[in-house]
């Protein structure tokens, strides 16, 4: 089993059962005879809180294809498609996970509720992309959110900070801090606060880097159940007439008119989709706009599948090109995460125990009984790091004039200057913006080195930011394909450089004191892993993603590499958007979740504004 998929498997613990659902299913045909103002293509995160938001007015018929069903237990990563790209990583395939069901990634992901810092915020906003910067978007943070105030248990063991003026209160997603958490843990916190990292904040408070706290989680603290797309935005708007969801059924393409309006744009009219139950296919017309909702993989698909991409690229799969616009696709960017693995005394209480199954059944019986234990258990530990933390200022000044001497010899675009200024601002020795995240988790990251009857903690090292891009795009004219996904991992030598060092700080934390102290053995690198290569050859063998792929639909301005405009219109036609994290410019900081909902609330109130009906 790989790295990541174990981890995630130990990790997804707080899931249980949604309630009883409404009768939402319509099927595929009786969807495509209705009379829909707009139609959201992919019911996932963004994609389910816009939908929900545009059916706040009674005036607008919205539809939603989702490709997926309405997992009502969601669990793990199990209902998730995983995609291969064999040419990143010494040739080593790394698996692209993402959630296919109403909800989207929210239904599988790690339950991370995070903000980056208010500076990255504001960077997309310089990027040419007015009414997207901290204080535009925080109301949007918060209108999706009903945060619970920490316990005082929670306050003073783990540091929950909580600053109620700038976290949601009314809003659908419940969020907390763990509840639960392993003894193993508090030390590694400790050793970062020695390192100067500051807690006792709010973890969605803007704040950049050099902090540590237990991360914001989707769960609400009442049932300790996830809080996700479905089960917290459409079930209680389940019973809307005018919002229709058809399950399992695929976007294929979005029909675009044959001519021209007057401004040189093409109207999207309606999407072709199939009933992956029983193939047949359908098209369903559209009176206002479509919204591609398909996350950062499939977004771009649906847009090229419709003739929307690089010319050259669309018509070698014999896809009619109908807009040519050769950024869809391109500037695909995504975090890379290294775990390590090591013994820590097995009177420690951790995940682990999920993997003896008297113990399992028990923990189950617990959590079904009182909603307590470790099946409730959440990351309890985050810290962003600046890079001057990690690496000495020489030694930053020299990557940097290699980067330099890498990046310029390419002779890059406008828009991938305006982006790499943006990024270099980072390797400045004094900068204090966030280029290095690591968390802790009490499992063993590594299935195949886990042993009964042990305890184990992970250290996760987690690059903020790669300067590399790489790019996804269709790989045949069947929309039904996988589209080729490839990652450029370490195009840039710092990229590896980062990576590098990150890892190894990673280890050097266990030596120091409280960790030194719990830490009995390395297990995984092992602990004769020394020089730079052995490292290198570790993180080659094990490294991957955690699942945030982004940034193939950019918004930019369209002559910096620009797929949509600020309001999320696809450039070349009037009412066609994008709402999804595939939207983002630059990866940030952080988890995307928290953002991905943003994006939808953002998109629903620009949409509304249009229509003149935002109040
Ligand atoms: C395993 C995992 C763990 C993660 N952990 C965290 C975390 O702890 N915290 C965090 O902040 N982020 C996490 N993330 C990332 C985060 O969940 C995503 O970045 C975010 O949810 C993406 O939202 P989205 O709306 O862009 O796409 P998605 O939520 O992925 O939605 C896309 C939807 O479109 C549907 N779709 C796609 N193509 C089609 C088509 N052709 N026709 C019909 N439907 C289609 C899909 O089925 C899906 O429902 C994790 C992701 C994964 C996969």
Redesign the pocket.
Known sequence: MRPSSSF?RSL?FALATVGAVNAIEVDAATFAKQNFDFIV???????TALAVRLSEISSFKVGV????KYHKTPQG?NF?DVWNNPRNLAGRSIDI??????????????????RAGKVEYDQIGHLGNPGWSWNEITPYFMKAENASLPTKNETEEIHAGYDPAIRGHRGPIQTSVTSWFSEAIPPFFDVLVRMGMQADRDFNDGTDANFVWP?I?AIDPDTETRSY?ANSYYEPNAKRKNLVVLLQ????KVELSDKKDKNGNLRATGVT?QDMTTNKTYTVSVKKDVIV???????P??LELSGIGNKTLLESFGIKSRIDLPDVGENYQDHLISFQSFDVPNTMETWDILYDPEKNASAYEEYMQNHTGVYTAG?SVISYMSLNKVVDAATLENWTAELDREFFARNPSPGRRLQYAIQRKRLDPHSNEASIEFYAAPSNAYAETRERNKSYMQIACIPSHQFSRGSIHVKSGN?LEHPAIDLNTFDFTIDKRIMLAGTRLGRNLTDKMPLKQIVVNDVKPPANTDTDDEWNEFIAQTAST?????CTNSMLPREFGGVVNPRLVVYGTSNLRV????ILPMILG???????YA??ERAADFIKEDYGVLH
């Open positions: 995630l997804v293509c992919g019911g996932g995160t963004a994609g294809i989702e490709g997926g990563i998730a996970v993402r959630g296919k069901g109403l909800g989207g990634s929210s239904m599988v992901n790690l339950m991370g509720f995070l991360p989680l797309a059924s695929q976007v294929l989709y909702s398909g996350g950062g993989i499939q977004s698909q649906m990351v929309p955690p699942f945030h792929p982004c709402a999804d994290v595939s952080t988890h995307l979740m928290a953002t991905a994006i939808g």
